[in-house]
Antibody
């Protein structure tokens, strides 16, 4: 059973870069079966998909944030990371990492976010 | 890529059925049968309730069901229980490995 855990600073200054890491356990991040994604929820607002990465390194980003988002994989540590540049107060949110399977089969939640981390709160403030 | 439209709130009494709508466009909900639904209790991780429009993951109660017509997907909760009180989000796969979430619906059990 895959488990995911986010980590990183809880406070980031405006205009700086937000950096978070998601550590995967119970499976390999190099598996061809999954994409690894980031989703956030600002206080009092809804969920927003930020982007995803495949084990090959191919990345896919939300068009509205594409210029500021970078997702990468560190297979040696079984981790993937999020970087969001030039942050403002509007980037204050709970950030979740999650997986979405890339294959279809019995009991497989094809292209749905089936496993989530607990989330980590990031506040942008000086 | 605009958020899918959901009602802000839906309520019902225990034992009743409620339906939450999720309206997108012909580029997301209408194009793919890849709508998923998530239950979100504050302070916890969202939980997948429905995938591929109408399929339930193992362990999810059969009181939860999903459907789609045109550009609108729906989640129905039958036999409403106090534990169902939460926020619910739809999500649709769109083109080229991108996803769009709904605006979210607060379900209240009266």
């Amino acid at each position: 059973q895959l488990q995911l855990q986010e980590s990183g600073p809880g406070l980031v200054k405006p205009s700086e870069t937000l950096s978070l890491t998601c550590t995967v356990s119970g499976g390999s991040i190099s598996s061809s079966s999954y994409y690894w994604g980031w989703i956030r929820q600002p206080p009092g607002k809804g969920l927003e998909w930020l982007g995803s990465i495949y084990y090959s390194g191919s990345t896919y980003y939300n068009p509205s944030l594409k210029s500021r988002v970078t997702i990468s994989v560190d297979a040696s540590k079984n981790q993937f990371s999020l970087k969001l540049s030039s942050v403002t107060a509007a980037d204050t949110a709970v950030y979740y990492c999650a997986t979405h399977p890339e294959y279809s089969g019995y009991g497989v939640a094809f292209r749905a976010f089936d496993m989530w981390g607990q989330g980590t709160m990031v506040t942008v403030s000086s | 890529q605009s958020a899918l439209t959901q009602p802000a709130s839906v309520s019902g009494s225990p034992g009743q059925s409620i339906t939450i709508s999720c309206t997108g466009t012909s580029s997301d909900v209408g194009r793919y049968n890849l709508v998923s639904w998530y239950q979100h209790h504050p302070g916890k991780a969202p939980k997948l309730m429905i995938y591929e429009g109408s399929k339930r993951p193992s362990g999810v109660s059969n009181r939860f069901s999903g459907s789609k017509s045109g550009n609108t997907a729906s989640l129905t909760i039958s036999g409403l229980q106090a534990e169902d009180e939460a926020d619910y989000y739809c999500c649709s796969y769109a083109d080229s490995i991108t996803y769009v979430f709904g605006t979210g619906t607060r379900v209240t059990v009266l």
